[in-house]
């Protein structure tokens, strides 16, 4: 008996990274798992990697048309959902204020707010109904940055602070039946987190971040000094997903390696 037999799982954004690591673990764990992603190539690939098993579908979590195709193929391909895993997102870049120019502001916040918080809030609203049937469970993906500054700039900050507030909201609005936590990750070896088009910034990558350098300042910090990878995350985002889950619902679990754990600035070991 595996955790996620007899489980359908929906990962947004699961194209690369984060998404794509939790998929590989719920697939280890006996789901049956489709994988709803914006970017075509990442499509491609990953049909071609997984073949027939895995419903890799192209669509982009701001449009509720694409969203509402994903619904349809689910329940043709499989006539149920029992967790719909949120982890997509996009960053913004770490601009601060002052140097983030005025006429960018609307647009900046729109791009990141529209798919860190409302692609969240729209696939909820797809997706209640099959979860309400199924019991099943919501798992979003916030980040260190809803809880300390300097995790990312303020409009990325924000849309994170924004999707730990939604957690409770959705958990009470859905409960008994659907239980919604989320997720804070620090840093992700391996993730290809974007910038934004508002800043041109789409083709940077958290992955072109030297590697030496994000490794040894991310060690220097927290408290378990391996930057975890994204298959590292998929045993808690399983566990959250499954029904073996009967104790937590509006939560936000801090999986951090211990690094906001510090009060004061000095070598853990
Ligand atoms: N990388 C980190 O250090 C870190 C830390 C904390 C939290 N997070 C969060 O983890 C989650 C996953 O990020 P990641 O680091 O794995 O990045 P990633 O870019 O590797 O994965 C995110 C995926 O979401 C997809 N995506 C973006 N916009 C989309 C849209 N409109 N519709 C559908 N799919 C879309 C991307 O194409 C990508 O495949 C994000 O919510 C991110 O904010 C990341």
Redesign the pocket.
Known sequence: MQLLDNHVVLV??????????VARHCLAEGARVAI????ES?VRQLQEAFGPDVLVMQ????RAA?LQACRAAIVERFGRLDALI??????DGNLPLRETPLERVDSLFDEIF???VK?YILSAHIFADLLEASQGAIVL?????AYAAD?GGMV?TAT?GAVRSLVGQLAFELAPHVRVNAV?????A?????GPRALGLEEQ??SDIPKDAFLSMFKSLSLLQELPT?EDHGPLYAFLASRHNKIMTGQTVVADQGLLNRAVLKAPH
């Open positions: 947004t954004g699961g194209g690369s990274g984060l998404g794509l690591g709803f992603e914006v970017s990442k669509g982009d979590v701001t694409d949120g982890a997509q997102g996009i960053f529209h798919v860190n692609g993906t916030t980040s260190t940055a995790g990325y994170k804070a990750p620090a840093g992700i391996g993730s290809q987190l974007r990558k958290q994204p």
